[in-house]
C-alpha cells in the first residue's frame, strides 16, 4: 500500500487478537468514514463505510465480521479513512 492510495487515512499493523479492541476503539473515536481491512499483502480483507448517525443494528453485523476475523489470528493493517475537517463544521 502506498500513502497515494488513501488519503486522508491512517493505519495500524495489528494482530488478530488485537483487530476487535481496535476496530472498537475507532468506532468510538467517531471520526472514520471508512475503515479498510488488509491482509499481510496488502489485499483487502474487509472494507466497512461508516455513515454519520450508524446505531447498534448496524454496527453488530460489522462486529460480527471482525470478530470471525480476529479468530483466525493473522497479522493486517486496519486503514482509517477520517473524516475531512470540513465535514465537521456545520
Not at 11 to 32: L, M, P, W, Y
Request: charged share 30%; proline share 2%.
Amino acid at each position: 500500500m502506498t500513502d497515494k492510495d488513501y488519503k486522508n487515512h491512517e493505519s495500524f499493523r495489528v494482530s488478530g487478537d488485537e483487530i476487535f479492541t481496535k476496530f472498537k476503539e475507532i468506532i468510538n473515536e467517531g471520526n472514520a468514514r471508512k475503515i479498510i481491512i488488509l491482509n499481510d499483502r496488502d489485499d483487502v480483507i474487509m472494507e466497512f463505510p461508516l455513515t454519520i448517525g450508524a446505531i447498534g443494528v448496524v454496527l453488530a453485523p460489522m462486529f460480527a465480521a471482525v470478530g470471525a476475523l480476529a479468530a483466525l489470528a493473522m497479522k493486517c493493517t486496519i486503514v482509517v479513512e477520517k473524516k475531512d475537517s470540513t465535514e465537521n463544521q456545520g
